[in-house]
C-alpha cells in the first residue's frame, strides 16, 4: 500500500467517524413530534416570559399557555404554522443604526425551543472554542480573557515578536446567504422534517434581499450567524494550525510570530470567506505590531515588554459619561433630574470599568461627580438628618 492509498484510507476512517457521531446527535434530537415535545414546548415557552412579564401580550400568552402550547404544537406538527409579522423598529447603539426585527411570542416560544433541542446541539460540536458570542458560559468577557490567555502563551514562546490581523465581516446579519444557511442544514440536519422546519424559519424572516440576510431580534438567526463562519474557523485553527485566533461574532483577531505569513493567511482567509459569500470589510482589516496597542470589540489591549497584559475600557465611553453627568448637573438644579438617577448611571459607568485595568479613569469619573454634586448631596444628608430629628 503507498503513502497515498494509506493517507485516503485514514481520511475515509475520519470521515466515516465523523458521520457517525453526526447520527448519533440526531438520534438523540429524535424526531419532530420529540424535539418538540409538549413539555419541551411548555418549557421554552414560561422561559420567553422571563423579563417582559409587564407586557400585555406576554401577560395573555402565558394566561392562555396550557391551551395555547398545545395548538401551537399541533400546528408545527401538521406543517401549518407559519409565523406573524415581526415588528420592526430602530435602534441608534452609540451612533449605530441597528434596525430590530422582533417576533411575536408566541413564534419565540417555537423558535427557542428550536434552538435549545435542534440547532445548539447540531451546530456547537462543529464550532471552535474560540468562538464565544452567543453560547452559554460564554460571552464578551469570555472572549477578551482567552485573548489574554493566547497573548500569554505567544509571549513565552516568541516574545513580542509577529503581529496581530484584525478582521471584521462587512454587514454580517444583513448579507448572510440563505444558500449556505440551507447546505448545512442539509449537511447536519438529518430528519427531513426537522430540517424542513429550520428552512422555513430561514425562509420566512423579515429581510431586505431576496435569499439574503438574517434579522436581528430573532433567535434562531443568531445561533445561525454564530454558526456560519465555523468552515473558515476549523480552517484557521485545523489546517492552518494557527493557535492565537478566534473571533466575537464578526470581529477576528489572528497572531502570528511571521509578519509575512500572517499577510499570506490574510488573504486566504478573505478568499474563503468570500467563497461562501460573506464580505469582509477590508478598509477595517489591519495588521498591528505586538509592540503597539491594539483594539479587540472596543477593548484596548497592551503587551508590555515584561509580558504583562492591560485591558483598557472603550475611551469614548469615558467621553460619553463626562458630558451626561455635566448635562445632568444642570437638570437636576432645573428640577428634571434627580440625584438618584445621577447616582445610578454614574455606578453603572463605574461597574462596566471595573471589568479593566481603568482604576485611574475611575477616579476620574468619581472625582467629577463629586465636583459636580457634592455639594448638593451633602445638603441632602443633612435636610433628611434634620427631617428625622
Given at each position: 500500500?503507498?503513502?497515498?492509498?494509506?493517507?485516503?484510507?485514514?481520511?475515509?476512517?475520519?470521515?466515516?467517524?465523523?458521520?457517525?457521531?453526526?447520527q448519533?446527535?440526531?438520534?438523540?434530537?429524535?424526531?419532530?413530534?420529540?424535539?418538540?415535545?409538549?413539555?419541551?414546548?411548555?418549557?421554552?415557552?414560561?422561559?420567553?416570559?422571563?423579563?417582559v412579564?409587564?407586557?400585555?401580550?406576554?401577560?395573555?400568552?402565558e394566561l392562555?399557555?396550557?391551551?395555547g402550547?398545545?395548538?401551537?404544537?399541533?400546528?408545527?406538527?401538521?406543517?401549518?404554522?407559519?409565523?406573524?409579522?415581526?415588528?420592526?423598529?430602530?435602534?441608534?447603539?452609540?451612533?449605530?443604526?441597528?434596525?430590530?426585527d422582533?417576533?411575536?411570542?408566541?413564534?419565540?416560544?417555537?423558535?427557542k425551543?428550536?434552538?435549545?433541542?435542534i440547532?445548539?446541539?447540531?451546530?456547537?460540536?462543529?464550532?471552535?472554542?474560540?468562538n464565544?458570542a452567543?453560547?452559554?458560559?460564554?460571552?464578551?468577557?469570555?472572549?477578551y480573557?482567552r485573548?489574554?490567555?493566547?497573548?500569554?502563551?505567544?509571549?513565552?514562546?516568541?516574545?513580542?515578536a509577529?503581529?496581530?490581523?484584525?478582521?471584521?465581516?462587512?454587514?454580517?446579519?444583513?448579507?448572510a446567504?440563505?444558500a449556505?444557511?440551507?447546505?448545512?442544514?442539509?449537511?447536519l440536519?438529518?430528519?427531513?422534517s426537522?430540517?424542513g422546519?429550520?428552512?422555513?424559519?430561514?425562509?420566512?424572516?423579515?429581510?431586505?434581499t431576496?435569499?439574503?440576510?438574517?434579522?436581528?431580534?430573532?433567535?434562531?438567526?443568531?445561533?445561525?450567524?454564530?454558526?456560519?463562519?465555523?468552515?473558515?474557523?476549523?480552517?484557521?485553527?485545523?489546517?492552518a494550525?494557527?493557535?492565537?485566533?478566534?473571533?466575537?461574532?464578526?470581529d477576528?483577531?489572528?497572531?502570528?510570530?511571521?509578519?509575512?505569513?500572517?499577510?499570506?493567511?490574510?488573504?486566504?482567509?478573505?478568499?474563503?470567506?468570500?467563497?461562501?459569500?460573506?464580505?469582509?470589510?477590508?478598509?477595517?482589516?489591519?495588521?498591528?505590531?505586538l509592540?503597539?496597542?491594539?483594539?479587540?470589540c472596543?477593548?484596548?489591549?497592551?503587551?508590555?515588554?515584561?509580558?504583562?497584559?492591560?485591558?483598557?475600557?472603550?475611551?469614548?465611553?469615558?467621553?460619553?459619561?463626562?458630558r451626561?453627568?455635566?448635562?445632568?448637573r444642570?437638570?437636576?438644579?432645573?428640577?428634571?433630574r434627580?440625584?438618584?438617577?445621577?447616582?445610578?448611571?454614574?455606578?453603572?459607568?463605574?461597574?462596566?470599568?471595573?471589568n479593566?485595568?481603568?482604576?485611574?479613569?475611575?477616579?476620574?469619573?468619581?472625582?467629577?461627580e463629586?465636583?459636580?454634586?457634592?455639594?448638593?448631596?451633602?445638603?441632602?444628608?443633612?435636610?433628611?438628618?434634620?427631617?428625622?430629628?
Amino acid at each position: 500500500m503507498t503513502s497515498e492509498e494509506r493517507r485516503e484510507a485514514r481520511y475515509k476512517r475520519r470521515r466515516a467517524r465523523r458521520q457517525a457521531r453526526l447520527q448519533a446527535r440526531n438520534a438523540a434530537i429524535g424526531t419532530l413530534e420529540e424535539a418538540f415535545s409538549y413539555r419541551a414546548m411548555f418549557y421554552y415557552g414560561k422561559k420567553c416570559c422571563n423579563g417582559v412579564r409587564w407586557k400585555q401580550s406576554t401577560q395573555n400568552f402565558e394566561l392562555h399557555l396550557f391551551s395555547g402550547t398545545a395548538a401551537r404544537r399541533r400546528q408545527v406538527l401538521d406543517g401549518t404554522w407559519k409565523p406573524k409579522k415581526c415588528s420592526h423598529f430602530i435602534l441608534k447603539e452609540r451612533g449605530k443604526i441597528r434596525p430590530i426585527d422582533a417576533p411575536h411570542i408566541t413564534d419565540r416560544q417555537i423558535h427557542k425551543t428550536e434552538c435549545n433541542n435542534i440547532l445548539i446541539p447540531l451546530y456547537t460540536p462543529h464550532m471552535i472554542y474560540d468562538n464565544g458570542a452567543s453560547r452559554r458560559g460564554m460571552g464578551l468577557h469570555f472572549a477578551y480573557h482567552r485573548l489574554e490567555q493566547q497573548l500569554h502563551w505567544h509571549f513565552r514562546r516568541y516574545g513580542r515578536a509577529g503581529a496581530v490581523l484584525l478582521l471584521d465581516l462587512k454587514k454580517f446579519f444583513p448579507s448572510a446567504p440563505h444558500a449556505t444557511i440551507y447546505q448545512r442544514h442539509q449537511r447536519l440536519i438529518l430528519d427531513p422534517s426537522l430540517r424542513g422546519l429550520a428552512d422555513s424559519i430561514v425562509a420566512s424572516s423579515p429581510c431586505p434581499t431576496p435569499g439574503r440576510g438574517m434579522p436581528l431580534g430573532v433567535e434562531p438567526s443568531q445561533q445561525e450567524m454564530v454558526a456560519l463562519p465555523s468552515a473558515v474557523d476549523n480552517f484557521i485553527k485545523c489546517q492552518a494550525g494557527v493557535h492565537v485566533a478566534g473571533h466575537y461574532m464578526d470581529d477576528y483577531y489572528i497572531v502570528l510570530p511571521d509578519v509575512e505569513e500572517l499577510k499570506k493567511l490574510g488573504r486566504e482567509i478573505v478568499k474563503r470567506f468570500e467563497a461562501i459569500g460573506v464580505p469582509v470589510n477590508k478598509r477595517k482589516c489591519k495588521i498591528i505590531p505586538l509592540t503597539k496597542p491594539f483594539r479587540f470589540c472596543k477593548a484596548r489591549f497592551t503587551l508590555t515588554e515584561s509580558g504583562a497584559i492591560k485591558i483598557n475600557g472603550s475611551r469614548d465611553g469615558m467621553k460619553r459619561a463626562r458630558r451626561k453627568l455635566k448635562l445632568f448637573r444642570k437638570e437636576v438644579d432645573a428640577g428634571t433630574r434627580t440625584l438618584a438617577y445621577v447616582e445610578q448611571y454614574k455606578e453603572s459607568q463605574s461597574a462596566y470599568y471595573r471589568n479593566f485595568d481603568d482604576h485611574g479613569r475611575l477616579l476620574r469619573l468619581r472625582r467629577l461627580e463629586y465636583a459636580l454634586f457634592g455639594g448638593l448631596k451633602c445638603s441632602e444628608l443633612s435636610k433628611t438628618a434634620a427631617a428625622s430629628a
